[in-house]
């Protein structure tokens, strides 16, 4: 196999992985974000700081590295731009369709409901205040209220009283993607648990599925997740076939992150990245074969994925910071944290942090089969060891 020059769109903590991944199949990576030392620069083997929100800027660091792959890793990127990068005769991983359907809730959601069928939470948009009351009176309260373009729960909030309504029309339309002010409002579905169900599209293979990931969110951004999380054979096949319907839609190769509600009245629909998905980082306690990323990486790259096997229960928490501040931060608690058996931490590198901003994640693994909650205990207790200074 040659190797590939990739350009990777993104480079932050999931980026960072993914590039380690490439770097071990001897690739060369191009990491690509809006900041100097981004976690993925800090391993790849070359790095541009650009707006990536800026179409030009975009054409020009394309046009400059001539890349064999361009990989997105985050939303927050003119998209748009991809199809003319296709015609180009360049490879966009997993496709511009993909990517420019996922990144837009609007486009995604209507996919998945009106053109494929998927069972999703009722939802209407609106792009005025007052589309966004009436739409509110006939989804009803409780709903979610989300900017049709955000990631990592930005500008999500959720309606309990009619005080609430104004202020989540404020929250989605200035914490969204700056020149996007449409929103989504959809039905609180009365879930009993989420999963992820990783998904990996290959180009001359089958689609395989990863052990399902169950996972708890704040503020629309993850917590923990755990894996195996328990689902029933129905409602596994069920969102399995969901989640090949969507991918093979949407095109093109690599790992998809596909969110489910589980609840008494079958499967819900619920997102999907078109890249590794942050709930997948507690493969990287070696709950598989490969990692999310590691799949990720065989998948664009085109070289074969026999099986996925699931090789140990763990759980993953995230280390959260509680400050503020430009400077690059220090640690304490890491060799606290580093003492607990059958265990392992990330820290990922950020050179600027600020509250609530994910700066690494706990990890915590046994057999197959053992206790999740004790797990998931394990892993919060050494993530709150370390503390962000």
């Not at 199809?83 to 359907?101: C, H, K, L, M």
């Not at 309990?160 to 020149?179: L, P, Q, S």
């Not at 606290?336 to 392992?344: I, T, Y």
């Amino acid at each position: 196999m040659m190797t590939k020059k990739i350009l990777l769109l993104g480079s932050g903590e999931l980026g960072k992985e993914f590039v380690i991944a490439m770097k071990r199949l001897g690739q060369y990576v191009v990491a690509v974000d809006s900041y100097p030392d981004a976690p993925a620069m800090q391993v790849a083997d070359a790095r541009e700081v650009i707006d990536m929100l800026d179409g030009a800027a975009l054409d020009a660091i394309v046009a400059k590295h001539q890349p064999d792959l361009i990989v997105p890793e985050i939303e927050a990127i003119r998209t748009e731009r991809f199809y003319d990068y296709e015609a180009q005769g360049y490879t966009v991983i997993p496709s511009a369709r993909a990517a420019n359907f996922t990144m837009n809730r609007k486009a995604i959601r209507d996919l998945a409901a009106k053109d494929l069928g998927l069972k999703t939470a009722p939802y209407r948009y609106a792009t005025t205040l007052e589309e966004f009351r009436n739409a509110v009176e006939v989804i009803g309260i409780p709903c979610v209220i989300k900017p049709l373009m955000s990631s990592s729960g930005k500008g999500q909030s959720v309606i309990k009283t009619t005080a609430d309504i104004d202020k989540a029309w404020e929250v989605a339309t200035t914490k969204g993607r700056g020149d996007y002010n449409e929103v989504i409002i959809e039905g609180f579905i009365n879930f009993n648990s989420e999963i992820t169900l990783l998904t990996v599209t290959q180009a001359n293979g089958k689609t395989l599925f990863c052990p399902p990931i169950g996972h708890r969110q704040e503020r629309g951004d993850y917590m923990e997740s755990w894996q195996p999380a328990l689902i029933s054979e129905a409602h596994l096949s069920e969102a399995q076939k969901m989640a090949k319907a969507v991918t093979d839609s949407l095109t093109g190769n690599g790992i998809w992150g596909v969110e489910f509600f589980l609840a008494d009245d079958g499967v819900y629909f619920s997102e999907l990245s078109p890249r590794p998905h942050d709930t997948g980082m507690v493969t990287l306690g070696g709950t598989q074969n490969y990692s999310e990323f590691e799949l990720h990486a065989r998948a664009v790259l085109g070289l074969p994925i026999p099986e996925i096997t699931l090789e140990r229960a763990a759980a993953s928490a995230v280390i959260l910071s509680e400050i503020e501040s430009q400077d690059k931060p220090s640690y304490t608690g890491i060799a606290e944290a580093a003492s607990f058996p059958k265990s392992d931490l990330r820290i990922f590198g950020k050179p600027f942090t600020r509250k609530h901003r994910r700066m690494g994640v706990a990890l915590a693994y046994d057999l197959v089969g053992t206790d999740m909650n004790d797990l998931r205990k394990k892993a919060k207790e050494i993530a709150d060891l370390v503390q962000v200074v």
